[in-house]
């Protein structure tokens, strides 16, 4: 028995080892159309070995997700029937302001939400993009602008380096619309990302004495 419960920690401490040291590598992919006319075309999807989603939408079709993998279809449904129905009149513009601000107070009794926002922009050690290829497809009416737009574009993609690669492809001639296409890959560290934001929260976590601030209460629909 001592050597079997030796092997298991043995076992245990190489997988937290490679867990810790191995990224989880996903496949990402974009593609996004709209035209004068208002028609509007989105898909996009994320694999990870035998694993894979893809969400999909255009105008007058409602969002559908499907998540394939081991050879089976898990889910392949409409968004609407995976989320719990509302019951009552749809909700304010007053309603969600009013949500979002108790949201915020909330979050902000544990911690600053702006600190929070950059730990999460600068944490690059748990999430890190291996390449990232972007072809922006575009035509306006006016040749000027899209040669000013074809110029940023192209200095936008000077500023992010060998890893992330933004191509326009502007239309000159012909039909006016604009497209998007993105495909990379992404590698990310979940246990780093665990470690990091206990780290976080232990640096970070406000401690508040009985006389909590009050939350702002939610506005009634109307």
């Known amino acids: ?10 076992t245990a401490a190489l997988v937290a080892v490679l867990s810790y040291l191995w990224p ?4 990402i992919s974009l593609a996004a159309r709209l035209t004068p006319s208002g028609q509007f075309a989105l898909a996009s999807g994320a694999s990870w070995g ?3 989603l893809a ?4 105008r007058g079709v409602p969002p559908r997700l499907v998540l394939q993998g081991l050879g089976r279809v898990w889910i392949n449904d409409s968004l609407s029937n995976l ?21 915020w107070a909330i979050l902000n009794r544990w911690f600053d939400p702006i600190d ?23 035509g306006l009416d ?8 074809t110029g940023w574009l192209l200095v936008l993609d000077g500023c992010f380096g060998g890893r992330v690669t933004i191509r326009p492809d502007p239309i000159w001639y012909g039909d006016r619309e604009l497209a998007l296409n993105v495909d990379g890959v992404v590698r990310v560290y979940p246990v780093r990302s665990a470690l990091a934001l206990v780290w976080f929260v232990v640096r970070n976590v406000r401690v508040f004495s009985r006389g909590k601030p009050a939350l702002p209460k939610e506005a009634t629909h109307g």
């Open 50 to 52: 035998p694993i894979s």
């Open 1 to 10: 028995m001592e050597w079997a419960l030796a092997a298991a920690l043995v």
């Open 116 to 138: 929070l926002a950059f730990f999460l922009l600068e944490e690059r050690r748990v999430v890190r993009v291996g390449w990232l290829d972007a072809r922006v497809r575009f």
């Open 83 to 103: 989320t719990p129905k509302r019951t009552g009149p749809p909700a304010t513009l007053s309603a969600w302001i009013a949500r979002a601000e108790r949201a």
């Open 142 to 149: 006016d040749p000027a602008a899209m040669g000013v737009m």
């Open 55 to 58: 969400l999909a939408t255009a």
């Open 24 to 27: 989880l590598t996903f496949s």
